[in-house]
């Protein structure tokens, strides 16, 4: 059995206390700031990167996921590491976006519209477990705490998983078809 210190406890908190400012900060923006008076021409494209980074991480996933099955613990971590990468650049590129350009709304008519709002509804709110998930699935690995890892991860990949294969769908849905 594990044990588990003052200071695993404490990291925990921490990354949970980080994680619900992050969201928190992100509600606000994306709600409630004015969208920027200025906006660069790079930000019209930050969408399709979103996308991108988005798809690169749930390539990363089952990749990390594929090699931990087969036992090769160095390129499963590889893979997670470049999963936590691309999740973080999405997160930079993402609050960037919607920094300059605000809330995207959503012009579908008819059943389409029901099929956007119940994948970006659960999107959103996977999102919100997604993040202090990840990272304290990370940490329980970086502190050899690998039972809690195991636990926790069996929970976290699919949940990481469907966040960043919905983010793929709601961009097509709002800027392709």
């Known amino acids: 059995m594990e044990a588990v210190s003052q200071e695993s ?3 925990v908190r921490l990354i949970i206390a980080i994680s619900m400012v992050a969201i928190g900060f992100l509600f606000w923006l994306i709600y409630f700031k004015t969208p920027s008076a200025q906006t660069l021409a790079f930000v019209k494209h930050l969408p399709a990167v979103n996308a991108s980074l988005n798809a690169l991480c749930a390539a990363c996933l089952v990749c990390g996921y594929v090699f931990v099955r087969r036992k090769n613990y160095k390129v499963h971590q590889r893979f997670m590491v470049a999963a936590l990468v691309f999740s973080a650049l999405f997160l930079v590129s ?3 976006y919607h920094n300059f350009q605000g809330d995207t709304p959503y012009t579908g008519v008819g059943g389409i519209r029901a099929v956007y709002f119940f994948v970006l509804i659960t999107h959103i709110v996977l999102s ?3 993040l202090p998930m990840a990272l304290i699935t ?4 970086s ?3 690998f039972t809690s890892h ?3 991860a069996r929970w976290t990949l699919p949940i990481w998983l469907y966040v960043s294969v919905t983010g793929v769908v709601v961009y097509l849905m709002l800027h392709v078809l």
């Open 9 to 11: 406890k404490k990291g």
């Open 94 to 96: 993402y609050l960037t």
């Open 138 to 141: 990370v940490f329980y690995a």
């Open 143 to 145: 502190q050899e705490r």
């Open 150 to 152: 195991r636990k926790l």
């Open 128 to 130: 919100i477990f997604s």
